[in-house]
Nanobody
Framework: QVQLVESGGGLVQAGGSLRLSCAASGRTFSSYAMGWFRQAPGKEREFVAAISWSGGSSYYADSVKGRFTISRDNAKNTVYLQMNSLKPEDTAVYSC??????????????WGQGTQVTVSS
């Protein structure tokens, strides 16, 4: 069992930056691929970024490529999402997720509760 708790959301102006964190419980964090997803009001949840268990592989949605960076610290059981050059369309609830492999991150085994990110224009 893995429990995920996100933090770091908030209100930021367009062009600004935020770093989200997702702290995981359990001793097996390092064996899971991790991902970030977001859901804007009235829209479907969408994939944002994913990272392999080792941190050696990662990939991003086209909409955030070059602006967002996913990373992890297995010693701290934490995955991060550094978000730069934020746009109003990045406004959403951001959730982290865990999966047994990066190939299955879009059907994760565990979800966090989410943290709100609001980007003002």
């Amino acid at each position: 069992q893995v429990q995920l708790v996100e933090s770091g959301g908030g209100l930021v102006q367009a062009g600004g930056s935020l770093r989200l964190s997702c702290a995981a419980s359990g001793r097996t964090f390092s064996s899971y691929a991790m991902g970030w997803f977001r859901q804007a009001p009235g829209k479907e949840r969408e994939f944002v970024a994913a990272i392999s268990w080792s941190g050696g592989s990662s990939y991003y949605a086209d909409s955030v490529k070059g602006r967002f960076t996913i990373s992890r610290d297995n010693a701290k059981n934490t995955v991060y999402l550094q978000m730069n050059s934020l746009k109003p369309e990045d406004t959403a609830v951001y959730s982290c997720a865990a999966a047994s492999a990066i190939a299955t991150i879009k059907s994760p085994d565990y979800w966090g509760q989410g943290t709100q990110v609001t980007v003002s224009s």
